[in-house]
């Protein structure tokens, strides 16, 4: 069992920044991809952001490109995703998921995203 828990979300005004943490225990953080995806009210949970087991590699949908980014720090079983230039149509609750994966370079993709654990959600608003 892995147990996921994000924190960082809240208020902040369009063209502001947060950053969401998302704290891992149980099994081994580092035998996971990790993701980042959000739901908005009314709509599919969509994919944000993925990162490898080593952190080398990651991907963004088209939607966050170069302005979120991804990270992560085996060491303190911890995935980041920085966001920046918020606007109101990111708003939406951010969950954080983990995807058990042999190679360490393989990340999650959105087209066959399988997650494994999920966390229960942290809300961002951008006010406009």
């Known amino acids: 069992q892995v147990q996921l828990v994000e924190s960082g979300g809240g208020l902040v005004q369009t063209g502001g920044a947060l950053r969401l943490s998302c704290d891992a225990s149980?099994?081994?953080?580092?035998?996971?991809?990790m993701g980042w995806f959000r739901q908005a009210p009314g709509k599919e949970r969509e994919f944000v952001a993925s990162?490898?087991?080593?952190?080398?590699?990651?991907y963004y949908a088209d939607s966050v490109k170069s302005r979120f980014t991804i990270s992560r720090d085996n060491a303190k079983n911890t995935v980041y995703l920085q966001m920046g230039s918020l606007k109101p149509e990111d708003t939406a609750v951010y969950y954080c998921?983990?995807?058990?994966?042999?190679?360490?370079?393989?990340?999650?993709?959105?087209?066959?995203?399988?997650?494994?654990?999920w966390g229960q959600g942290t809300q961002v608003t951008v006010s406009s």
């Open positions: 990162i490898s087991r080593s952190g080398r590699n990651t």
């Open positions: 998921a983990a995807e058990r994966k042999l190679s360490v370079a393989t990340i999650i993709l959105p087209g066959n995203a399988d997650p494994d654990y």
């Open positions: 149980g099994r081994t953080f580092s035998g996971y991809a």
